[in-house]
């Protein structure tokens, strides 16, 4: 069965440093991989996905993630991080079953907070 | 344009009623996910609608759960002889085929008394 972890439930990272949040995934065949993130009292917003191609792939608000095969991750990371990135973040990609692509099983989310 | 639409956004509820969900997806993506957001089970999967398929309703937590969608646009989810364990928030996502990105609605926060 598809599936993807986040170890951390929290991540602390001060203002300006660079961020990581991690994720592993278990998916047979090529995996599609997303990250969303969903801040307080809002819906889910499409931050970025790998399909095939580039290992790092660029997302919106300066986000990136890079898609490692051998260790079978695809941690999100941002080179100096704000305030205003913490969120709740997930890691996705879809389950499949007879008919094709289904909906996405996610992670349990990661809260990231920026320290000023 | 316009993104994905939910109502109403928050929906409170005596144990034992019915409920009716709604989403609007964005115009001219095929597909359309709902999701449950709920503190003890994170994001968990509902079900999933290609155009004017028939969907698979294993995903659905119980028989009391149905979902449909009218001319492959509008979806209602309803929610039958609503129990406490219901409570959450129920998310609804469009797509332009799958697998793609998911475009979220802001949900709506049932809350079962």
């Known amino acids: 069965a598809q599936s993807v972890a986040q170890p951390e439930d929290q991540v602390n990272v001060a203002e300006g440093n660079p961020l990581t949040v991690k994720c592993t995934y278990s998916?047979?065949?090529?995996?599609?991989l997303f990250w969303y993130v969903q801040y307080p009292n809002r819906g889910l917003q499409f931050l970025l996905k790998?399909?095939?191609?580039?290992?790092l792939v660029k997302g919106s608000y300066g986000f990136e993630a890079e898609f490692n095969k051998s260790q079978t991750s695809f941690h999100l990371k941002k080179p100096s991080a704000l305030v205003s990135d913490s969120a709740l973040y997930f890691c996705?990609?879809?389950?499949?079953?007879?008919?094709?692509?289904?909906?996405?099983?996610f992670g349990k989310g990661t809260h990231l907070i920026i320290q000023p | 344009g316009a993104g994905v639409s939910q109502s109403p956004s928050n929906k409170v509820t005596e144990k034992g009623k019915d409920v009716e969900l709604r989403c609007d997806p964005i115009s001219g993506h095929t597909a359309l996910y709902w999701y449950r957001q709920s503190l003890g089970q994170g994001l968990e999967f509902l079900i999933y609608?290609?155009?004017?398929?028939?969907?698979?309703k294993s995903g659905l937590p119980s028989d009391r759960f149905s979902a449909e969608r009218t001319g492959g646009s509008v979806s209602t989810l309803t929610i039958q002889r609503t129990q406490q364990e219901d409570s959450a928030v129920y998310l609804c996502?469009?797509?332009?085929?799958?697998?793609?990105?998911?475009?979220f609605g802001p949900g709506t926060r049932l809350t079962v008394l």
């Open positions: 996502a469009s797509s332009q085929g799958n697998p793609n990105e998911q475009f």
């Open positions: 998916v047979s065949g090529n995996p599609y």
């Open positions: 790998y399909i095939t191609g580039d290992n």
């Open positions: 609608f290609q155009g004017n398929s028939a969907p698979d």
């Open positions: 996705a990609s879809p389950m499949y079953s007879g008919g094709g692509a289904d909906g996405l099983t």
